[in-house]
């Protein structure tokens, strides 16, 4: 038990204990019951996400009477249960409990395993909670090492193929050299501070020393391996292709969920504008990975690889928000920050929604090439049409969520005098939605091979689950003003 | 609230959502679908028709138009910019959904002659109506630019699915030309609120803050916009493909309502938020309405496919509108507005026609066509009150639109005017020669046993004749309506 152990380190580390405390029962279950049935570990892990969420919902019952938004601080504030920090712990368990709900495909190949698996899930899921709370560099790794260890175990758990095992492997390799980066870059920064304390950093640190430089640019291009954008993302395309895409939103969802929190962290509330290489170096790595994303996306063969490049896509323009902070041109508050985690929210719904489908089509037989699913809409109209909206959503098409989100986030960056970033944002939009459209006619102006099919081999749950998902792209479209209420909210305590 | 805005815009996608769970096995539940089609775009016709005699009423008795139709709801506002459903119909707007509702509503009888796969159809027609409506309702800039990408995945689908030979080709080139289009208005739409200072992208919201930079960028951008979406020379490559690859029924909605949009997109846009380059770039303007009428004309007359040909016409007619774009003036403003609405007409029938025309000849070279008028008397009548309308012959909706865009264009811009209007010589000529070549001299063989219009044509086409000669007769009811939306543009221009 830790020293200063008092009752705001317990209700700050309540989500996650929570998520910890039901990865341990769900293990323990399946070592006392080795034949259990795979949806009972599944519906334990929904409720130990439930029980996350709830306890969110205590820390923010707490947090309303705070006008800081900083609701508790503990281990010297290492660990801080401010909004920022309840934004992410509450998006990623919704995230997770959604992506739980579709595993059922997934599992049903490894019923001897489903309580690691479901373990893995709940532990990665407290993973990305801790790392929108750390202040911290040491845990802050930590968090980010066991997230990797997470995610990359639960594709190697999962495979249905030899690719399978190798992709898991190829994932760990890259997600190491990205983790070995940020490793090296935050050693640098604690050997030109002297501290772990990423909030103050900015005090202490020359801003234009070359050390500082090497260390900002190796943790920024490592965390974006996390965040699945360039240069470290190709991992995502094949956990994509490679692992069941029950799994694989899982996988990715969270994995972006973590990138974006960790890049806030270390960027907006650590480096800020004191340390402005940052601020040179990010536009730069958006511009290449927007724009490399999406002209891979007008290439893909697959199904699975064109989902994961639009996630990658969507990603990437993420860091337009996460520079546009601080003051806007015309002196007001700029709300990039708004934008940013909106977005995050609707990149990771609209993820797990699009492997959700992939999902539905695996199970009812479908194979993954763009070819396999030619005609669609004549085979299954439910299933082309939940596709349809999936990929659209993420491909940016108007006016759906994914459109809205660009939108917030193109004109944020355009408020900051990032208008050329703006500019190749733009233009990598037009390259989406041509990819997105393209694809759909696919699903729907050609015929295959007309033989029809229903969903119905996928259970009720992963299917009401995976339809209410695509139809978030759609709700938030006119709910986006809530989301926008809380993302602004967290954006808040960020500096 | 008034809700008759929203109704109009999203009746037409409640309709679809009741069309995509409706089975169509056989026929008759084929027919179910279309029927249910037809009564979403006739639900939006009916609503758009009744408020527009209600407009002109209350217009008579000394009362606004825009008050009357205005609904606006607060979107988002937790952001740089306040974000609102702000769906406004002024006289200029109003006669334009008239003329778009009747087209949809005419496209969806038109699907009674298609019959592969009529759920997809009605329910992808229904979605464009949606964003067609939506588009000239709306009044907050990022409510626009949804409503314009809304517009992409159905005209894509529809053109690529239902098309000829050479279908999927012209799906990109609109795909890619409309992605063009749209980026170019995000963009627009970004320099708009970041730049304005109004922290909202309401168009009715101040807007005077822009620096000049600002403004010129956000002209052009708009301008370029839209001028392809009206499918302007030298941006008029992706209308040929389309007009001439796309269904008959496609290329009427696209022929009778994306052009439209295009214009009212500048007008509404391009005009207004940006006058002052907009005055400064007349010339720009006037040169490229000049260029267009002349390469639509010409290039019309070296046509040989009778669809391509329509849609050389179409840049024509749109150079025209661009020339009272370019004028600025009240007078030739309204007559774009009239020139709009006749040219939607009127293109739309020449493609049904035309449309009716292939299906009966197997072919679409206008060469090797000939002698109809003795087997479809009718249709070649429809031909002619189509082309009479678009020449702007007097008593038809084109007539007052030419009229007044030339009397409204000549005080600024003579020579252009002058040469804009021999342009109209040598259309008239093109047309003329077509019905020549299609409906007259000797009747060829191959031909002897095509038949005159069907009872599905009579339905499809009358309503077109109907409003064209509406357009034309009653022109002096709709003028003060449409002079009325003008106003508000004009004011702009002159710094009001």
Request: charged share 10%; hydrophobic share 60%.
């Amino acid at each position: 038990m830790p020293p200063n152990f008092s009752h705001a380190l317990t209700l700050a580390l309540l989500p996650e204990a929570m998520l910890l405390g039901t990865a341990l029962l769900s293990v323990l279950v399946a070592l006392i019951r080795p034949g259990l049935r795979p949806d009972i570990h599944r519906w334990i892990a929904c409720i130990g996400l439930v029980g996350s969420l709830a306890a969110c919902g205590l820390v923010l019952l707490g947090l309303r009477h705070v006008p800081s938004g900083v609701a508790i601080t503990v281990w010297d504030g290492g660990f801080v249960m401010d909004s920022f920090a309840l934004f992410i712990a509450i998006l990623a368990c919704v995230t997770a409990l959604l992506a739980c709900l579709i595993t059922d495909s997934a599992v049903r190949t490894i019923p001897s395993r489903s309580g690691a698996f479901y373990g893995l899930i709940l532990v990665a899921t407290a993973a990305v909670e801790a790392i929108g709370a750390e202040r911290e560099m040491t845990t802050l790794f930590v968090s980010l090492a066991v997230l990797l260890v997470c995610l990359v175990a639960l594709g190697a758990l999962v495979k249905t193929n030899p690719r399978g095992a190798v992709s898991s492997f190829e994932h760990l390799i890259e997600g190491s050299v990205g983790l070995a980066a940020v490793l090296y870059g935050l050693a640098l920064l604690y050997g030109i501070t002297r501290s772990t304390d990423l909030a103050a950093l900015a005090g202490y640190t020359p801003s234009a020393s070359g050390a500082t430089a090497i260390a900002v640019t190796l943790i920024v291009l490592g965390l974006c391996g996390t965040l699945g954008v360039f240069p470290l993302r190709q991992w995502v395309g094949r956990v994509a292709t490679d692992v069941p895409a029950g799994a694989s939103a899982f996988i990715i969802s969270m994995s972006v969920i973590a990138g974006g929190a960790a890049l806030a962290r270390v960027t907006v509330a650590g480096l800020g504008p004191e340390i402005s290489i940052w601020r040179w170096l990010v536009p730069i790595v958006a511009a290449v990975a927007i724009g490399h994303a999406a002209f891979s996306a007008l290439r893909e063969a697959t199904v699975s690889r064109l989902i994961g490049q639009l996630v990658s896509a969507q990603a990437a323009l993420l860091l337009l928000g996460l520079l546009a902070f601080g003051t806007g041109s015309r002196g007001l508050p700029a709300d990039g920050m708004s934008a940013f985690l909106s977005g995050l929210g609707i990149t990771a719904i609209a993820t797990v929604a699009a492997f959700g489908v992939l999902a539905m089509l695996q199970v009812a037989g479908i194979g993954d090439t763009i070819e396999d699913v030619r005609g669609l809409g004549h085979r299954s109209a439910p299933a082309a049409l939940l596709l349809t909206v999936a990929v659209a959503t993420l491909g940016g098409v108007p006016p759906l969520a994914g459109f809205l989100s660009r939108v917030l986030l193109i004109s944020s960056a355009a408020d900051t005098h990032y208008g050329w970033l703006a500019v190749v944002a733009v233009g990598a939009t037009v390259l989406t939605l041509i990819a997105a459209v393209r694809f759909v006619a696919t699903l729907y102006s050609d015929a295959g091979d007309e033989v029809p099919f229903t969903l119905g081999a996928t259970p009720p749950v992963s299917r009401i689950v995976a339809g209410a998902a695509c139809l978030a792209g759609v709700a938030l479209v006119v709910l986006i003003q809530p989301l926008l209420a809380v993302a602004t909210a967290g954006a808040g305590t960020l500096r | 609230m008034s809700v008759i805005l929203s109704t109009i815009v999203w009746a037409p996608l409640l309709f679809a959502l009741v069309a995509l769970f409706l089975p169509e096995r056989d026929a008759e539940q084929r027919s179910r679908v279309r029927t249910i089609g037809l009564a979403g775009a006739g639900a939006s016709f009916f609503v758009t028709t009744f408020f527009a005699i209600l407009g002109q009423i209350g217009l008579g008795q000394g009362g606004g138009l825009a008050s009357a139709y205005q609904e606006n709801h607060t979107w988002f506002w937790n952001f740089l910019f306040q974000a609102h459903y702000d769906l406004v119909a002024d006289g200029i707007t109003l006669p334009l959904l008239v003329v778009v509702t009747t087209i949809f509503g005419v496209a969806m009888f038109h699907s009674w002659k298609i019959h592969e796969r009529v759920r997809l159809y009605v329910i992808l027609v229904l979605l464009l109506e949606t964003a067609v409506n939506g588009v000239l309702c709306s009044s907050d800039f990022v409510l626009f630019a949804a409503f314009w990408g809304l517009l992409l995945v159905p005209m894509y689908l529809l053109i690529r699915i239902w098309g000829g030979d050479g279908a999927r080709r012209a799906a990109a080139w609109f795909a890619g030309f409309h992605a063009l289009s749209l980026a170019l208005i995000i963009a627009t739409v970004a320099i708009i609120v970041v730049e304005a200072g109004a922290q909202s992208s309401d168009m009715g919201a101040d807007l005077a803050t822009f620096s000049v930079t600002a403004e010129t960028v956000g002209f052009w951008l708009s301008f370029i916009a839209f001028a392809i979406a009206m499918a302007i020379f030298p941006v008029h490559t992706w209308m040929l493909e389309a007009q001439s690859k796309a269904s008959a029924g496609v290329a009427t909605i696209l022929s009778g309502t994306m052009l439209l949009l295009g214009a009212y997109g500048m007008m509404r846009i391009s005009l207004v938020v940006f006058p002052v380059p907009a005055h400064y770039y007349s010339f720009a303007i006037i040169g490229l309405a000049v260029v267009g009428a002349f390469w639509g004309s010409i290039g019309a007359l070296r046509q040989d496919e009778l669809r391509r040909f329509i849609g050389y016409m179409n840049v024509a007619q749109m150079s025209l509108v661009l020339l009272a774009i370019g004028a600025q003036t009240s007078v030739a403003l309204v007559g774009a507005v009239l020139l709009l609405a006749g040219q939607g007409f009127g293109s739309a029938m020449l493609t049904l026609v035309s449309g009716a025309i292939e299906e009966r000849t197997r072919t679409t070279s206008i060469r090797a066509m000939g002698g109809l008028v003795t087997q479809a008397p009718r249709l070649a009548g429809f031909w002619m009150v189509a082309a009479a309308s678009v020449i702007g012959v007097p008593l038809l909706a084109g007539f007052t639109g030419d009229f007044m865009v030339f009397a409204g264009s000549f005080p600024e811009h003579r020579i252009a005017t002058v040469l804009v209007m021999s342009s109209i010589i040598v259309t008239t000529g093109g047309l003329l020669w077509v019905a020549n070549r299609v409906f007259f001299g000797p009747v060829r063989d191959q031909f002897a046993r095509v038949h005159d219009v069907t009872l599905l044509d009579l339905t499809v086409l009358i309503p077109l004749v109907a409003a064209v000669v509406l357009f034309g007769v009653r022109a002096g009811a709709v003028v003060p309506v449409i002079a009325n939306g003008v106003l508000e543009i004009t004011t702009r221009i002159t710094g009001g």
